[in-house]
T-cell receptor, first 114, second 112 residues
Framework: DVKVTQSSRYLVKRTGEKVFLECVQDMDHENMFWYRQDPGLGLRLIYFSYDVKMKEKGDIPEGYSVSREKKERFSLILESASTNQTSMYLC?????????????FGPGTRLTVT | DAKTTQPTSMDCAEGRAANLPCNHSTISGNEYVYWYRQIHSQGPQYIIHGLKNNETNEMASLIITEDRKSSTLILPHATLRDTAVYYCIVRVARVNDYKLSFGAGTTVTVRA
């Protein structure tokens, strides 16, 4: 079974803090993704990575950065957290032909910025 | 990618089949139909996908009409654990295009 794990289920941070969200997958997948999910807006892609040290911007990259130093790990960084970044953050991964097949999602991190 | 229309919510009795409709009247020839679901407070879970033929796996069956303008996801024997939001997504399967766009979905409640 594919497993995608995220470092925290719930996180509360203050405005201006630097926030790290970590994601690890155990299926040797090439591609990893960070999404955020908000009521009424659905799932929106923030960044994705198709290989170690490679990254591509998604639809809403502003205010975020990512890091992929190892194949199994993909980190999302909020450089200076703001209240409009309060959201559910979802990590996903997929293999080389994942553009055709399924993406596997982690359980999500519910981040609250106060 | 083509737009999809799903009912906002539906109820289903435990042990009965749940039939979830999805309209995608603007679908083009190279677009696939995907279904995911999201149980409360969890990440989305892939269910099934298809192009034009009907598909079946251990979770569900996907029936696509001949004109491909609509499809139905069938959960053959719904259980309480199938209570979730179900998303129908239509997208082109393009090499290196991984974007998934989830709409509002259908909230399915399975009742004992």
């Amino acid at each position: 079974d594919v497993k995608v794990t995220q470092s925290s289920r719930y996180l509360v941070k203050r405005t201006g803090e630097k926030v790290f969200l970590e994601c690890v997958q155990d299926m040797d997948h090439e591609n990893m993704f960070w999404y955020r999910q908000d009521p009424g807006l659905g799932l929106r892609l923030i960044y994705f990575s198709y290989d170690v040290k490679m990254k591509e911007k998604g639809d809403i990259p502003e205010g975020y950065s990512v890091s992929r130093e190892k194949k199994e790990r993909f980190s999302l960084i909020l450089e200076s957290a703001s209240t409009n970044q309060t959201s559910m953050y979802l990590c996903a991964s997929t293999g080389r032909t994942g553009w055709l097949n399924e993406q596997y999602f982690g359980p999500g991190t519910r981040l609250t910025v106060t | 990618d083509a737009k999809t229309t799903q009912p906002t919510s539906m109820d289903c009795a435990e042990g009965r089949a749940a039939n979830l409709p999805c309209n995608h009247s603007t679908i083009s020839g190279n677009e696939y139909v995907y279904w995911y679901r999201q149980i409360h407070s969890q990440g989305p879970q892939y269910i099934i996908h298809g192009l034009k033929n009907n598909e079946t796996n251990e979770m569900a069956s996907l029936i696509i009409t001949e004109d491909r303008k609509s499809s139905t996801l069938i959960l053959p024997h719904a259980t309480l654990r199938d209570t979730a939001v179900y998303y129908c997504i239509v997208r082109v399967a393009r090499v290196n295009d991984y974007k998934l766009s989830f709409g509002a979905g259908t909230t399915v409640t399975v009742r004992a």
